[in-house]
C-alpha cells in the first residue's frame, strides 16, 4: 500500500493556521496577564473609601484578574487579613497612621507596600474662622483657658466639644495620646461615633453661624464644604507628639505644626501574592487618584449618589476621563508580566 502524502498547499495552510493560532493565544495571554487567577481585596467599612478601591478593581479585571468579592473591615483587621493571606490587597493603607497595625500583620515579611495611591494627606484640628480671629484663637491649647472652651461646648458642661473619628481608624488612638500628652482632658470632650453623622451635625452648627470644633483629613468632601482658609482654620498644636515616640516624622504644613504626620494612602499587597503576580504589583504601584478628585466624587455621595451603583458609575466616568493615563498603568503591568516570564 503506498504511503497516502497531504498536498504541500494543505501543509502550508494548517502551519498557518496553527501558527495564528498559537499567535493569538500568546496575544491574549500577554494582554491578560492575570488570566485564571483569582484576587481578593480587602477594603474598610468605610463608604467615601470604596471609589479608590472600585478603580483597583476594573484594572485589575482589564488585567485578565478574577476579582474576588472584597472583604470589608475595620482597618486593623482589613491589613491583617493582607498579612496572613485572607485577602491578597488592599488601596487603604495610610503609610504613617497604620504603621503600628502593619506591624503588626507582619510588616514588610508579609507584605509589600507600593506606590501613592492617594499623596500628600493632612489631617488635624480645625475650628471656624470667624471664632478664631475674634478670640484669636492658633493652639488647640488655647483651649485649657475655661472660657474659649466654653465657645465650643455643646452639651452645657464647660468642655469644648470636637467631633472625633471612629473607633478602630487609627486616628482616635492619636487623639486620645494628645489630649493627655497636651493636658487638655478636663477641657475638650472628644465626641466618637459614626464620624460623617456627626459632620453632619456639625456642619449644621456651621451654618446656623455657631462654633465648631473638629478632627478632620484631607482629601475629602468636609474640605469642600468647610473650606479652609476661608470657613475654618487649622488649630495648631505646640509640639509634635505622637503615639510611639517618633516625633521625628514631618508635621508641618504651610508653617504651621498640625499635629499629625503628613501621610500618603498607598497599597498593600500580600507578599507571596505579590511574587507571584507582577502585573498586579506593577498597576497597584502607578494607580493614582488626585485628590481633588476623591473629594468631588465624595461630595457626590454626599449629595445623594451614595449606593453602590452610584460609586460604580462614578468610577466609569472617573476612568474614562483618564483613560490615556490608565492605559498606561495597564500597559507597564503588561510588560512587567512579560519580563518576568522571561
Known amino acids: 500500500m503506498s504511503e497516502f502524502k497531504f498536498p504541500r498547499r494543505f501543509l502550508q495552510a494548517t502551519c498557518a493556521v496553527a501558527l ?51 472583604k470589608e473591615t475595620e482597618y486593623a483587621t482589613m491589613i491583617l487579613a493582607v498579612g496572613y493571606g485572607d485577602a491578597d490587597f488592599s488601596v487603604n ?28 494627606v493632612l489631617q488635624g484640628y480645625l475650628i471656624d474662622k470667624k471664632t478664631a480671629d475674634q478670640y484669636h484663637i492658633k493652639y488647640i491649647t488655647d483651649l485649657k483657658k475655661p472660657e474659649i472652651a466654653k465657645l465650643f461646648d455643646t452639651d452645657g458642661d464647660g468642655k469644648a466639644d470636637m467631633t472625633g473619628c471612629n473607633p478602630g481608624w487609627g486616628c482616635e488612638l492619636v487623639i486620645a495620646h494628645q489630649m493627655k500628652a497636651y493636658d487638655l482632658e478636663n477641657s475638650i470632650h472628644v465626641n466618637q461615633g459614626s464620624y460623617f453623622a456627626l459632620m453632619a451635625d456639625t456642619i449644621t452648627r456651621f451654618k446656623e453661624g455657631k462654633p465648631v470644633f ?30 510611639g515616640g517618633d516625633n521625628s516624622v514631618d508635621t508641618l504644613y504651610q508653617g504651621k505644626n498640625l499635629g499629625f504626620a503628613l501621610d500618603k494612602i498607598e497599597a498593600v499587597i500580600n507578599r507571596d501574592f505579590a511574587e507571584k503576580n507582577p502585573a498586579a504589583v506593577k498597576f497597584l504601584s502607578l494607580m493614582q487618584i488626585p485628590a481633588a478628585d476623591e473629594s468631588a466624587q465624595n461630595l457626590k455621595m454626599q449629595h445623594g449618589e451614595k449606593s453602590y451603583a452610584d460609586i460604580q458609575r ?19 503591568a503588561r510588560a512587567a508580566a512579560m519580563q518576568a516570564s522571561n
Request: proline share 6%.
Open 93 to 120: 493603607l495610610w503609610d504613617k497612621l497604620h504603621a503600628s497595625f502593619y506591624q503588626k500583620a507582619g510588616g514588610d515579611q508579609n507584605m509589600v507596600k507600593v506606590g501613592d495611591i492617594l499623596p500628600g
Open 20 to 70: 495564528g493560532l498559537a499567535c493569538l493565544h500568546a496575544g491574549a495571554s500577554t494582554d491578560k496577564p492575570g488570566e485564571g487567577v483569582k484576587i481578593t481585596p480587602a477594603f474598610p467599612t468605610v463608604d467615601e473609601e470604596r471609589f479608590r478601591g472600585e478603580v483597583a478593581i476594573e484594572g485589575l479585571r482589564e488585567l485578565g484578574y478574577n476579582v474576588q468579592k472584597p
Open 314 to 332: 462614578h468610577t466609569q466616568e472617573w476612568i474614562a476621563a483618564h483613560r490615556q493615563a490608565f492605559d498606561g498603568w495597564l500597559q507597564a
Open 214 to 243: 473638629y478632627y478632620t483629613w484631607m482629601p475629602q468632601w468636609v474640605a469642600g464644604v468647610l473650606v479652609e482658609g476661608r470657613d475654618v482654620v487649622w488649630l495648631e498644636v505646640p509640639k509634635t507628639d505622637l503615639p
